[in-house]
């Protein structure tokens, strides 16, 4: 079982409802809502969801299994949020925080495999990409699109000075030239430092060599040839709410409605569904059993460490035994995918996050055994 990554999140079934003494909404069945009339329900996969939803305290969970590029489980337990009993179903949207850095890193190679760009391109400075739109110091300008990619430019960390989280109210040029005026990288490179700000720069990236905004880039080169058409950019505010998207339920005080989502697109923005990323993993999975939307050197190219200590590659955390897999939280928000060697990958998404210190590991732990357990009753369906 690998170590997570990053900051993680995950849930699962659903949590008991209070009765109803005029105070709020009529409790809910606690039964998870049907799956597909074709899919049987696998009783350690319900129950371990529902455990996991029980001790961090989960409203709703959806996930999404493949094996051997076909979807064989997808189910959705719980409810909307702590306060809305509305059953979550497997149309149902969630943020995906930092999941949206894997999507950003295709969008990466899929620029690469057209020419636009190489990994070792410049980002700042003259003849650059960026280098017309930015005034950096010249210790900036050995930045590479690799840098990014693998967050080895060495600053701009996700911690308390994270640029992503300060000036709420700028757009992303302001933002990146207040960072650049405020956090200059003129030292550090090659040494790991997981950066949201790197992946905001990505998306610019694929704006300036694109002439698309990122979420349509997106749209048009990762997602529909992956046959996903719901996935979309989420809102900062629960007035801002999508349709079929989840309510999120921020846990030790802090405020899911507090942070800019729109800005965060490239790094963490996205909301989609269970099914939504299962159909995007199965494209990008380096396996035969579907035709891959990448070409299998980029696919190498994309998971290929360049510190190898780091775990980290292309958007992906990557380790030795060859799985892939990334997390995401955010307030009110926890989420992760896993591509294992052995031909599954599967998604967990849910609309709260514990900050208990098990949490991270019980989210990335939830399905590991289910899946390692060969006696794991699955069925040969595809539900895609």
Not at 122 to 144: C, E, N, Q, R, Y
Not at 253 to 276: E, F, L, V
Request: charged share 20%.
């Amino acid at each position: 079982m690998r170590k997570i990554l990053l900051t993680a999140i995950v849930l699962s079934t659903l949590i008991a409802c209070k009765k109803d003494n005029g105070d709020g909404p009529d409790p809910v069945d606690p039964t998870p809502n049907p799956p597909s009339p074709t899919q049987k329900d696998i009783a350690s996969i319900d129950n371990a969801v529902s455990a996991f939803m029980t001790k961090h305290t989960i409203p709703g969970v959806s996930i999404a299994v493949t094996k051997a590029g076909k979807l064989v489980y997808v189910k959705s337990y719980g409810k909307m949020s702590s306060a809305d009993n509305t059953a979550v179903t497997n149309s149902s949207l969630y943020r995906i925080a930092s999941i949206s850095k894997p999507v950003t890193g295709v969008g990466i190679m899929k620029l690469l495999e057209a020419g636009k760009l190489t990994l070792d391109a410049k980002v700042f400075g003259a003849g650059s990409i960026l280098g017309g739109d930015f005034t950096t110091p010249a210790g900036m300008h050995d930045i590479t699109v690799r840098h990014l990619l693998h967050h080895t430019v060495g600053s701009w960390g996700n911690d308390g000075n994270d640029p992503m989280f300060k000036q709420p109210t700028m757009n992303h040029t302001d933002l990146i030239k207040w960072t650049i005026t405020n956090y200059p990288a003129t030292s550090g490179r090659g040494v790991y430092r997981y950066s949201n700000f790197g992946y905001c720069l990505l998306g610019r990236i694929i704006e300036k060599l694109s002439g698309k905004s990122y979420e349509q880039f997106i749209k048009d080169e990762v997602l529909t040839p992956s046959g996903i058409t719901k996935m979309t950019m989420g809102g900062s505010k629960l007035t801002d709410r999508k349709t079929d998207e989840v309510i999120y339920t921020g846990q030790s005080g802090n405020d899911p409605y507090a942070y800019n989502i729109p800005r965060m697109d490239a790094h963490g923005g996205w909301i989609a569904s269970a099914t939504d990323l299962a159909r995007f993993m199965v494209k990008v999975d380096g396996f035969t059993t579907k035709p891959d939307i990448l070409l299998p050197a980029t696919i190498t190219t994309m998971t290929t460490r360049s510190v190898p200590s780091s775990n980290y590659a292309c958007g992906w955390g990557v380790n030795d035994a060859n799985h892939w897999w990334h997390t995401g939280s955010l307030p009110g928000t926890a989420s992760e995918i896993i591509r294992s060697a052995s031909g599954y990958t599967w998604t967990v998404l849910c609309n709260s996050r514990s900050y208990t210190s098990s949490f991270d590991n019980d989210l990335d732990n939830l399905l590991w055994p289910i899946i390692n357990n060969a006696s794991t009753p699955w069925q040969d369906i595809d539900q895609f």
